[in-house]
């Protein structure tokens, strides 16, 4: 959901599509796309600590992203920076939760 989210948001939030918010809905589509296919590779039984800490450095980028590429200064941009620092907490939370019950159950 993270990943159609990222894919999707820009609109639904309304981000401006100049230059600086172009590069801000770039990364987060192809975070996104990265988070779907990671996501699709689980379902169809590929998982284990790899796929989790791809999520893991997805997430840690669309958190630093915002700090690292310039956004605009506008109220959008504001949105974007915040939806991005958002979605890469979550990303980064449900990768350790993953990795966390993945141990849990190794240790059964």
Known sequence: MAGVWLLVGAWIIGYPFNEPAVDAHLHEMIVGVVVFLVA?????????????????????????????????DTSQADAARTNDVVTGIVLILLAAVSLLLARAKVMR
């Open 40 to 72: 699709t590779a689980r379902l169809l039984g590929r998982h284990g600590w790899v796929t989790d800490l791809i999520i893991v450095v997805a997430g840690a980028w669309l958190i630093a992203a915002p700090f690292l590429i310039s956004y605009g």
